[in-house]
């Protein structure tokens, strides 16, 4: 289903939860190339017209992706991205305790340009987000 506040493919659903303002972006399964910026560039979309919302991104089923991707989210998705009024990046992993290599990468790449924290659910994401906001 695509509408203009939400995007469902086998790989990742986005949408955009107006009562907390909040742009969740849930990872599905692996995917490459074009299922990974298709995702992407709606979840920016909403962030750039959804005013002073906030990005929550669910890598409880991965967040792995190839590092063509990669590269692509860190010279053209990130930046275009700060340019949103988004102050906050929520990851909602399994356990904050667990060691996730590549979620250590992807945080140093938004802390470039926004707070980041983790969460394991999405209400513990939304008292993450306002312990956050708190701190800026």
Request: hydrophobic letters at 40%.
């Amino acid at each position: 289903m695509h509408s203009h506040k939400e995007y469902d493919s086998e790989f990742c659903s986005v949408k955009y939860v107006e009562n907390e303002n909040v742009v969740l972006m849930t990872w599905k399964k692996l995917c490459r190339g074009e299922d990974y910026k298709k995702p992407a560039l709606f979840a920016m979309n909403l962030l750039m017209n959804c005013p002073d919302s906030d990005l929550f991104i669910d890598a409880r089923n991965g967040f792995e992706c190839e590092s063509t991707d990669i590269s692509w989210s860190i010279e053209t998705l990130v930046p275009q991205m700060a340019e949103s009024e988004c102050l906050t990046i929520i990851f909602i992993v399994n356990s904050l305790s667990e060691r996730m290599e590549y979620l250590d990468e992807w945080t140093k790449v938004f802390e470039k340009y926004f707070k980041v924290a983790r969460a394991t659910s999405f209400q513990d994401a939304v008292f993450k987000r306002i312990d956050v906001c708190d701190d800026l």
